[in-house]
Each structure stands twice: as structure tokens, then as C-alpha cells.
């Protein structure tokens, strides 16, 4: 069994061919980041706590800084945006979707913005701010 990887329309990656992990573990271990968007986040008890709506990227090392998550509110009223270390998160596939070890209280607490609010993601203190409360090693350590 394989899979086409890239998508020469959208991406400018030709699209190739990769065999399925024969191993049982995720298969097609690369996604895309537009795939990633629009996953469901869960907490260790899988409770549903959000989505994923974007993901932040460096240009530059390529690493995967914030998996941005949207959380509360009410058909988009009154909403939140979480960014989440992106080393927080497990994908989970019986889940079909990522896990982080937060319970719902420990995120309302936790940084973060809504729609009308400008967010500087390149500022090194917000960064770093996010990264402390969620106890992760920081993405852009030694840069």
C-alpha cells in the first residue's frame, strides 16, 4: 500500500509515491500543514477541547513552532486562540486527532488571544512566555 505525498497544483512539491508503514505506526508520517489544520485537539480523558487552525512554521530551521488552537466560545462568538508548543501535542489515531496533557481549566489560564487581538509570534518573550506555561523546551533555544 502507498500514498501520494505533495500536490504540484497547490505546493510546488511533485507529488511521490511512499510506501505505508509496515511497522503499524503512523502510516505517511508527513502532512501537510493545510491537512493539520481543522484537527481536532482532545485532553488525556478525550474530552474535545478544540481545533487546530493554523500551524506557525520557521521559515528559516523549518521547525514547527505553535500548533495555533481555537477553544471556547460559541459558534465562533466569544472564541479563543491557544498557541500550543508544537512538542505538546501527540497525534493520537484511534483519536483521529492530537492529544495534549492539559486538562479544560489549565487552558482556560493559559496564553492567549482572540480574533481582534494583533499577536507578534516573532516577539522572543511571547514565545517564551507560551513555552514556560506549558513547560516545553523552547523551539528557537540556541538560535
Do not use: C
Request: glycine share 12%.
Amino acid at each position: 500500500m502507498s500514498t501520494t505525498i505533495g500536490d504540484p497544483n497547490l505546493s510546488g512539491i511533485p507529488a511521490v509515491s511512499t510506501p505505508a508503514s509496515p511497522e503499524g505506526d503512523v502510516p505517511n508520517r508527513l502532512i501537510s500543514a493545510s491537512k493539520v489544520e481543522g484537527t481536532a485537539v482532545y485532553n488525556r480523558e478525550g474530552e474535545r477541547l478544540g481545533t487546530v487552525e493554523d500551524v506557525m512554521l520557521d521559515k528559516v530551521s523549518g521547525k514547527v513552532a505553535f500548533a495555533v488552537m481555537s477553544f471556547g466560545g460559541f459558534l465562533g462568538i466569544g472564541e479563543k486562540y491557544h498557541p500550543l508548543p508544537w512538542s505538546t501535542l501527540t497525534y493520537d489515531t484511534a483519536q483521529g486527532g492530537y492529544v495534549v496533557d492539559m486538562t479544560r481549566e489549565q487552558l482556560q489560564s493559559a496564553p492567549s488571544y482572540g480574533a481582534d487581538e494583533g499577536i507578534d509570534f516573532n516577539d522572543d518573550a511571547y514565545g517564551r512566555r507560551v513555552y514556560d506555561y506549558y513547560k516545553a523546551p523552547y523551539w528557537n533555544a540556541g538560535f
